[in-house]
């Protein structure tokens, strides 16, 4: 049966850093190719509708994740925070795989990307999963702790504002329209990458609540991956509304 290999762990968890500098280096200059930025003319085929793709590239960090936690034999009881730190990583991508999908009014989504997403969505879910399941060690209070906490808080602040904005930019469109508008209310009032910035902060608040390298590692990515995205979707709203609110930022607010 399977075991702690703490030498996994940290090539795993290294190995997720280095793609994250490297789409840190990829994406700063030109944007991901998906959603508005996009070139249609460029693949007209090889796109997959939004809501297939989604379901299916986000699958694996809610399946990989909950399967290792299940199939753990024996059944991993103790500590608490293990399974529940577990468990909220599950609950997001419950919500990114079972909900976001069904109701998404995006534009097709390239298949290429779609293939890296899902390779992308297996490792980071079996990193998470088996870190958290076969190798952390918390002290029976860990739920008290300062750190799981304030990680908790911050997880659960983040998760609030990523749906709440998921939800404001899907309200820009009537089903079937592919059109882009400009995102109102919420914290969109602040800046154009809302949803991001909400997903960034969930991340780190889990990288605080469960205080490993795993984590960390996966919180930096997503930062690398959405972070210069919102800067992109900034300059395009920038550059298409000549009305856009002068004040807003890119991702955080009032900063930059
Ligand atoms: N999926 C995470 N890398 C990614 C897909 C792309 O969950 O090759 C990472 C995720 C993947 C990426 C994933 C991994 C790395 C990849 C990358 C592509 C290249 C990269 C594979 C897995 C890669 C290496 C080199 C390392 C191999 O038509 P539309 O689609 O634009 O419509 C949009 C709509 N909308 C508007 N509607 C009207 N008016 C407007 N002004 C609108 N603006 C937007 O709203 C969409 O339907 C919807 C949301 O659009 P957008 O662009 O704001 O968000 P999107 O990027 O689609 O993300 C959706 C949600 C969001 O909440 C975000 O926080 C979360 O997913 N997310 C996304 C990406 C990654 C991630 C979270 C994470 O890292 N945690």
């Known amino acids: 049966s399977m075991q702690c290999f703490p030498s996994l762990v940290l090539a795993l968890s290294s190995l997720l850093g280095a793609l994250a500098l490297l789409q840190l280096s990829l994406y700063l200059r030109v944007p991901s190719r998906y959603g508005k930025h996009e070139e249609r003319l460029c693949r007209p085929r090889g796109r997959l509708p939004a809501r297939c793709a989604w379901f299916l590239q986000e699958l694996p960090s809610f399946l990989v994740p909950a399967l290792l936690l299940a199939l753990r034999s024996p059944p991993r009881l103790e500590p608490l925070g293990c399974r529940l730190l577990c468990c909220l990583f599950c609950w997001h991508y419950f919500y990114r795989t079972f909900i976001y999908p069904f109701f998404t009014r995006g534009r097709p989504f390239p298949l290429q990307l779609l293939f890296f997403g899902t390779l992308f969505c297996i490792y980071n879910g079996f990193l998470q999963g088996y870190y958290l399941i076969y190798c952390a060690e918390y002290p029976n209070d860990w739920c008290t702790d300062i750190r799981f906490t304030s990680g908790l808080f911050l997880f659960l602040l983040g998760m609030g504002i990523n749906i709440h904005s998921d939800l404001l930019l899907r309200q820009l469109r009537k089903p079937g329209e592919v059109t882009y508008k400009i995102p109102q209310g919420g914290l969109f009032t602040y800046v ?30 997503t930062l690398c991956c959405i972070g210069p995205r919102a800067y992109h979707h900034h300059r395009y709203y920038l550059k298409t509304f000549t009305d856009y609110p002068k004040s807003r930022k890119a991702l955080i607010p009032f900063v930059f």
Do not use: D, H, K
């Not at 990288?207 to 795993?214: D, G, K, N, Q």
């Open 192 to 221: 154009s990458g809302a949803n991001y910035f909400g997903e960034i902060v969930e991340w780190f608040g889990f990288a605080i609540a469960t205080w490993s390298l795993p984590a960390f590692a996966f919180a930096f990515f």
